[in-house]
C-alpha cells in the first residue's frame, strides 16, 4: 500500500509502438513474470494501441496484468471516422482508458473540455479513465507549475467522478521521453495540491489515486513510488521492455 493506503497502480502506456509479436512476447513475459511473483502489491495495466486490445486481453486471461487503452471518443458511436468509442474499448477488454496524454493535447488540440466529455463516456462504458495533467518547461520556468495543474484538472474531470473509478496522471511534459525528472520535493508539492484539491471537490478525493509519470525508469521507481501522494506510476519508454517494467512494477509498495 501507498502512503495514502491506497493500492498502487503501475500503467505502461505502449504509445504508438507494438505490433502482434510484441503482444505474445512482452504480454507473454509479464503474464508469467505475474505467475511467479503473486506478492507484488501493484495492480499492473498495459495499454497497448488499441489494434492490439483484444489479443492483449486474451493474452492475459486468467492472470492478474490488466489491459487499458490510451483515448477513446467522447460519443458512443456514429459518423465518426476513425475514432473509437469507450464502449468499444470495453468490449475488447479494456478495463482502463488514458485520457488527456500531453501527446492528444498537443498533437490533436484536445482541450480540457474535451478530456473531461471523454471521460463522462468512458465511466458510461465502466472504464476506469486516467486523466493526464502536467505543466511545460515554459510554465514551470515561470512559476505556474501549480496553477496550471490545477486548473486542467478542474476542467478535465468529469462531474459524476467518484474516487475509485478515477485515477489522476501527474506528467510534467518536459519529463515524458526526455530522461529528466523533477526532484522528489517537486513531485511532492505537485501531489500534495492534487491531492488538496480533490479532497476539496470530492467527499472521497483522499482516495483517488495519484500516478506520476515522465522518465519513470527501474533506477528512479522506488524513490518516486514511495512519496507521499505518489499512488503508482503512468510509464511510456520503460514499460516496451519487459523487464523495466515489471522491476518498476515491483519497486511499488
Ligand atoms: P516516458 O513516457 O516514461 O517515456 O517518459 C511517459 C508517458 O508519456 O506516459
Known sequence: MTTSGLRPLVAGNWKMNGSRSMVQNLVGDLVSKSRANPFVVAEVLICPPATYLTAATEMTEGSDILVGAQDCHEATSGAHTGDISAGMLADCGARYVILGHSERRVDHGEPSEKVAAKAVAALKAELIPIICVGETLAERDAGKTLSVVEAQLEASLP??????????????????????????????????????????????????????????????????????????????GASLKADDFWAIAAAAR
Open 159 to 236: 462531474a459524476d467522478a467518484i474516487a475509485d473509478r478515477l485515477v489522476i496522471a501527474y506528467e510534467p511534459v518536459w519529463a515524458i521521453g526526455t530522461g529528466r525528472t523533477p526532484s522528489s520535493a517537486d513531485v511532492e508539492a505537485v501531489h500534495a495540491h492534487l491531492r488538496r484539491l480533490l479532497g476539496a471537490w470530492f467527499e472521497d478525493g483522499h482516495q483517488v489515486r495519484l500516478l506520476y509519470g515522465g522518465s519513470v525508469k527501474p533506477q528512479n521507481a522506488a524513490e518516486l513510488l514511495s512519496l507521499p501522494e505518489v499512488n503508482g506510476a503512468l510509464v511510456g
